[in-house]
C-alpha cells in the first residue's frame, strides 16, 4: 500500500481523524483553518496546482491532519 496518491493518503487521514474525534475530518475544515477557498483546498489536494507555493499548502495540510511524510 505505499504507492498511495496524497489525495487517497489525506483520505484515509481524515477518516482516522473522524473516528477518534480530532480535526479535520475533511477539506472545508482546512479551508476553514488557513482561511482559504475550499476549492483551492480541494485542487491542491487533488494535484491540480502545482509550484512551490501548492506543495508548501499540502505539507502544511499534511501537517495540521496529523499524515506523516
Same mark, same amino acid.
Given at each position: 500500500m505505499p504507492n498511495l496518491t496524497y489525495k487517497e493518503k489525506m483520505a484515509i487521514q481524515f477518516i482516522r *481523524?473522524?473516528?477518534?474525534?480530532?480535526?479535520?475530518?475533511?477539506?472545508?475544515?482546512?479551508?476553514?483553518?488557513?482561511?482559504l477557498? @475550499?476549492?483551492?483546498? *480541494?485542487?491542491?489536494i487533488n494535484g491540480k496546482q502545482h509550484g512551490p507555493k501548492a506543495d508548501e499548502w499540502r505539507k502544511k495540510f499534511a @501537517?495540521?491532519?496529523g499524515m506523516s511524510e
Open positions: *481523524n473522524k473516528s477518534v474525534g480530532l480535526q479535520p475530518t475533511s477539506q472545508r475544515a482546512i479551508a476553514e483553518k488557513f482561511g477557498s @475550499a476549492m483551492y483546498v *480541494n485542487t491542491v @501537517a495540521y491532519a
